[in-house]
């Protein structure tokens, strides 16, 4: 089992939680856990449309804005923009990147 570090929070992708460093916890829906995990696995480097589509929809024939919705929702709940700090940078017209600091450790 693999949990991811950030900042403020830590995420478990087994359990598909984000447990914040204030105590409070949030279950994630499937794709937004697929999505954060795919995102934080590929550290810094650019996950393109068609690979996020298969990996978190198992397709590649959707609207690239069903993924910016996801993104969207998943950067409220990962504290994007709080404090001017955007974790999940948009690559124009290619795809996405995680970009804050990530410290992965084993359990």
């Known amino acids: 089992m693999k949990t991811y570090i950030c900042k403020d929070w830590k995420f478990n992708p087994d359990n598909q939680e984000i ?13 937004y856990s697929l999505l954060l995990q795919v995102l934080m696995e ?5 996950v393109t ?11 590649k024939y959707r609207d690239n804005s069903t993924i910016s919705s996801v993104v969207s929702d998943l950067r409220k709940l990962i504290g994007c923009g709080s404090s001017g700090e955007r974790l999940i940078k948009t690559v124009s017209k290619r795809g996405y990147r995680f970009v804050g600091m990530v410290e992965s450790m084993h359990n």
Not at 21 to 30: A, K
Not at 49 to 59: A, K, M, P, Q, R
């Open 19 to 31: 447990l914040y460093f204030n105590g409070t916890c949030h279950h994630l829906p499937n794709r």
């Open 42 to 46: 590929n550290g810094g480097n650019t």
């Open 49 to 59: 449309y068609d690979c996020l589509l298969e990996s978190v929809w198992g397709t």
